[in-house]
């Protein structure tokens, strides 16, 4: 930029900035003639260059007039790109995505406004690098150092000589000290009453009260003593700062920026030890307040390290203000000491939370709320102190106006909506739970409606405690003067926000109704159907409840899924027309799946099969145990389980639908009478019918077919028992074992399955009589 542009630049800044400057009609006038600056538009520009706001204005000023000077400059403004999400300009995401954005970068030039205000350590650099190199303040320096370490070495002598004599004295007062007293234990004579002994153990509220004052009358009597102690303790220090001042009179500190600097060191070595000996005083092992060894040795080891590094800190900051530093180095170097010492502090609640936490935590006999609220607090004070901590450190560095009075209203208002959004929460959960509870005659008339209830209660509460949450939130900002409820005035960006969580809600309570209105219903039905006796309907509406459901629920989910996308902005249309392209290219793509889905469908609606029927397909045969819309699983005989697809399916073997008969077929020796076997098994089948557990098995009589084979060796009797589709096997098989028993028992011979021939060698006197075997049987 050239010099001849500057005092138009700096002329119009102060225009925009300050429009009053420019009188009405001026402004022509003062375009012609900007090139020439006045002086005093020169000094009001430089009061407006030297003020960080006012030259913060100017600058987001000049920056919105180069914005809005863009799109006219521009020749051929390149074309804006096309967001991956169809988001209108009016959306609500859009606004929403747009106000997330401003809010981010208004931060961020907080942040970064205040870190430069607090972080000027290149002005404490250049001091450094500019004492370092002048050899006038190096000599400046090495006079301090000699005349601070000579003060330092007379009033140090002065005070061991002091410290010396005190020791006797101190030592008297230490063994004079009154010790503490232990807790007051109530003693019961011989002659008192059994009564008196319960009173003591039932009243722990009195004995504590009893103990807080005898330890509170310890204290006092330890009083004087230990100001005694403090006293001589301090007399060392009175005669450091003594000596170091007599000796600064003598003409030692000739020099004001000489004298002040070893006095700045000597204030900060007094102050230091006036401090660590008050701590002592209070809690130390001879202090006012007596506690243990090891607690008194931690608190005056903090005390040291936090005294130690502030009061050095500061001393030192003052000390290079004096030689030359500058005012903003100064304030940030100070502003990092109190930031250490503030570290400090968090570090010892971090270690004493625990032990705290006990104190505040309620004993465990005690309930109701104030215990709970103990608890909670007991669990959560170490975040509430670092909390406080830190922000007492921000409002002095940042030197807020009225900045205590504010922390403490926002403290004591967080507090109280904290408390309030926690009774309410408590509150509003007990009254969902309460009408939850579902009574013993509405349970008897709905069984499952219980666990439905129970389904949804976490979710309930869950959302009526983000409700409050964020009811609070919004609260807790306006106490922290953050202007929160005009978020949701009308035309908002709140309100939209609002309307649309409203919308997807009810869409979502309306889905979450129908899917447990349809679920209830079909559970329902299969409960009439299977009570009235109609298994058959009641097994095919179960098979079809799996796919039922599942085709609902896609439903719900799609349609619930795109209410909620129009409602933030998103354009559905594109969405839906490319899912009906990709269902048109999984519908060409995956021919054997859509050949699944439709020989299932048909299957499922010609009820061919259903759960629990016994069947044969594919070379399989087993137990149906579940139907969906694209496979069959069988239960085989031996457990292992089967997965068919339906598109494998061409023929099924069903062996449950209603009758199954029980085939006869015996094989009885040539020799034996075919109609008294025929009679044994009718029989047989008789005695089966009688007996009540094959009575509803056998819908009738033995079916004698007759004699379908004879042979040399053996004759055939078929027949068949007709049962039901359950009772076909177990039929069978108990036929089987009494026909082999009533055989038996009745002499009648089975034909084996394959012939036997024996043969007897005669003896040598019977074969010359009788050259021809006796007997040859099969």
């Given amino acids: 930029m050239s010099l001849k542009l500057l005092p138009s630049i700096l002329f119009a800044s102060v225009l925009f900035v300050f429009p009053a400057f420019a009188q009405p009609g001026a402004a022509p006038a003062a375009a012609d003639k900007a090139d020439v600056l006045s002086p005093e538009q020169a000094k009001r520009a430089l009061e407006t260059l030297s003020d960080d706001k006012k030259r913060a204005q100017v600058i987001e000023t000049l920056r919105a007039v180069a914005n809005a000077s863009q799109p006219s400059q521009a020749a051929a403004p390149a074309p804006e790109p096309k967001p991956a999400i169809p988001l209108t300009a009016d ?14 970068g208004e931060v961020s030039r907080e942040v970064a406004d205040v870190a430069r205000k607090l972080t000027h350590f290149r002005a404490f650099y250049y001091w450094f690098v500019r004492t370092a190199s002048d050899p006038s303040a190096y000599n400046q320096l090495l006079d301090i150092a000699w005349k601070l370490a000579l003060v330092f070495i007379c009033a140090f002598a002065a005070e061991w000589l002091v ?35 319960a009173d003591v153990t039932a009243e722990p509220a009195l004995h504590r009260r009893r103990l807080s004052l005898a330890r509170a009358w310890q204290s006092l009597v330890r009083l004087p003593f230990v100001l005694g102690r403090l006293a001589l303790e301090l007399l060392p220090v009175l005669v450091f700062i003594g000596v170091a001042t007599m000796l600064l009179g003598t003409g030692i500190g000739d020099l004001p920026t000489t004298r002040l600097v070893i006095l700045a060191v000597v204030n900060a070595y007094a102050l230091s030890r006036g401090l660590i000996c008050v701590v002592r005083a209070l809690a130390g092992p001879f202090g006012l307040f007596r506690v243990r060894a090891e607690t008194a040795a931690y608190i005056e080891i903090w005390a040291r390290r936090i005294v130690m590094v502030g009061v050095s800190g500061i001393a030192f900051a003052n000390v290079a203000l004096l030689l030359g530093l500058h005012r903003a180095g100064y304030a940030a170097l100070l502003r990092m000491v109190m930031l250490v010492v503030h570290l400090f502090v968090v570090v010892v609640i971090l270690q004493c939370r625990r032990q705290v936490a006990d104190a505040i935590r309620a004993p465990a006999d005690r309930v109701g709320v104030a215990a709970r609220a103990r608890n909670r607090i007991a669990g959560l004070w170490h975040y509430l102190a670092i909390a406080l901590d830190l922000a007492l450190w921000a409002v002095w560095a940042l030197n807020i106006r009225n900045g205590y009075s504010l922390l403490l209203q926002y403290f004591v208002g967080t507090i109280a909506v904290v408390l309030i959004v926690r009774l309410a929460t408590i509150l509003v959960l007990s009254l969902i ?37 964020f009811i609070g939130l919004v609260a807790l900002l306006e106490v922290w003067g953050v202007d929160a409820i005009v978020w949701f005035y009308g035309g908002q960006i709140g309100s939209r926000l609002l309307s649309a969580v409203v919308t997807i809600a009810i869409a979502a309570l309306a889905a979450a109704a129908i899917w447990e209105i349809s679920n209830a219903l079909m559970d329902r039905q299969i409960t009439a159907l299977s009570r009235d006796g109609h298994y058959a309907r009641a097994a095919r509406l179960r098979t079809f409840q799996p796919m039922l459901r599942t085709a609902l629920l896609c439903m719900i989910v799609t349609v619930v899924g795109l209410t909620a996308l129009s409602e933030i902005g998103v354009n559905v249309a594109p969405l839906l027309a490319g899912a009906g392209i990709v269902g048109i290219a999984i519908g060409f793509g995956s021919q054997k799946l859509v050949q699944d889905l439709i020989t299932g469908l048909f299957l499922l609606i010609e009820n061919t099969v259903q759960v629990g029927d016994n069947v044969t397909l594919s070379g399989l045969s087993g137990t149906v145990e579940n139907v969906s819309i694209r496979t ?11 997965i068919v697809p339906f598109s494998a399916v061409t023929t099924i073997t069903n062996s449950s639908r209603g009758a199954g008969n029980a085939a006869v077929s015996v094989n009885v020796s040539y020799k034996e009478d075919t109609d008294r076997a025929g009679q044994i098994l009718k029989d047989i089948v008789a005695e ?4 009540p557990e094959y009575r509803h098995l056998i819908r009738g009589d033995l079916e004698l077919w007759g004699v379908d084979k004879v042979d040399g060796s053996m004759a055939s009797i078929v027949g068949q028992i007709r049962c039901s589709d359950a009772g076909r ?5 108990e036929f089987n074992r009494r026909m082999k028993r009533r055989f038996q028992e009745c002499g009648v011979e089975i034909a084996p399955g394959a012939q036997t021939i024996l043969m007897q060698i005669p003896a040598p006197a019977d074969v010359a009589a009788n050259p021809v075997p006796r007997r040859a049987a099969s």
């Fill in 91 to 104: 959306s609500l995401g859009a606004q929403l995505l747009l106000a997330v954005s401003e809010q981010v």
């Fill in 729 to 733: 096997w177990p039929v069978q098989r």
């Fill in 163 to 197: 410290f010396r004599l005190i020791k006797r004295p101190v030592t008297l007062l230490e063994a004079r000290l009154p010790q503490t007293a232990r807790a007051p234990v109530q003693t019961l004579a011989i002659s008192d009453p059994p009564s008196a002994a």
């Fill in 688 to 691: 089966m019918r009688n007996e």
């Fill in 632 to 642: 069959l699983r069988l239960r085989a005989g031996d457990g292992s389980v089967h």
């Fill in 433 to 469: 739970d309460r009408g939850f509870r579902i009574s013993p005659d509405l349970l008897q008339r709905f069984p499952g409606l219980e666990t439905r209830a129970n389904r949804y209660l976490p979710l309930l509460r869950n959302i009526v405690s983000a409700v409050i949450a």
